[in-house]
C-alpha cells in the first residue's frame, strides 16, 4: 500500500477503484504512447509523407510486416483508451449535469469501443499483398 | 452548458500564466488529436474495408486545407507528449515544484525546438507534393 493509501485508509475516506485506475492507466499509457507515436510522426511525416503513403504502400512497406501490426494495434488500444478517458475527464470539467455528463461520456466510450473494434479488424483482416484493380491517389 | 460558458470567460480573467498556458495548451492539443485521431482510424480501416476509399482520403489529405491541419497537428501532438511528461515528472518529484516556472517554460522551448526541424521539412514536402518544381 503506498502512502497516499495508507492516508486515505487512515482518515476513512474510500479509494474510487475506477477513478484510481483511470488515473494510473493515463500516466503509464502516456509515458507508452511517446515513443510509439514518435516513432509513427517520423515514419509518417517527416521520413515519407502524405505524397508517398498511398495503399499499395501501406500494405507492402507496413502491413505485411507482422511487427507493424502489431506496433499499430498498440498504438490504436492505448491513445484509444486514452483519448476516450481524456474527453470523460474534459465532460467532467464542462457539463455539470449529471444526466448530460453521463450520457455524453457514454456516447464517447460507445464510439471509442467503435473505432477500436474497426481498427483491430482492419489490421487482422487486411491482406499481406496489396488487392489488384485499385486506383491511384488522383 | 453555463460551465462551459463560464471556464471560457474565466480563461481570460484568471491570471495564471505560464501554469495556465500549459494547461490549456495541453487540453487544447488533447482535443485536436482526438478528434484527428477519431477521424483517422476510419480512414485506416478503409485499407481494408474500402481500399478505392483510402485512395480518396489520401488525395484530401495532400490538399493544402489538410496540410495546414498537418502543421497544427503534429506540434500538437509534440507539445502534448513533452506536457505531459512534465507533469508526471513533477508528481514523481515533487521537489521540482520550486522550479515549476523554469521547467514549464523550458517545456514550451523544447516544443519549439523540436517542432522546428519537423515542420520545415514538412513543409518541405508539401511544396515538393505541389509538383511546382518538377520531381514525383
Redesign the interface.
Known sequence: MSAVQDTFARAGVQINRFESIAWRYM?LS??L??PL??GH?AIM??IN???V???EW??EAR?AYLGWRIYDAAM?WL??FH?AL??RH?IK????NPRWSFALSAAVAA?MVF?LI??S???I??PFE??TG????? | MSGLFTTVREVFRYQGREGQVAWMGHRAAALGTVLFFMIHIIDTSFVYFWPEGYQHAIALYRSPLFAVGEMVLIPAVIYHAINGTRIWLMDWKPGLWKYQRQITLATFALTVLLCAPVMIIMGGHFIEGLGLFGGQ
Do not use: K, M, N, Q
Not at chain 1, 470539467?93 to 455539470?96: G, S, T
Open positions: 500516466r502516456g509515458i504512447l511517446i507515436v514518435f510522426l511525416h517527416v509523407s502524405v505524397y503513403i498511398d495503399y501501406v500494405i502491413w490504436l491513445a484509444g483519448g481524456g474527453l474534459v470539467d464542462y457539463v455539470h464510439f473505432l474497426l481498427g479488424i482492419a489490421l483482416g487486411a496489396p488487392v485499385v486506383p491511384p491517389v488522383e
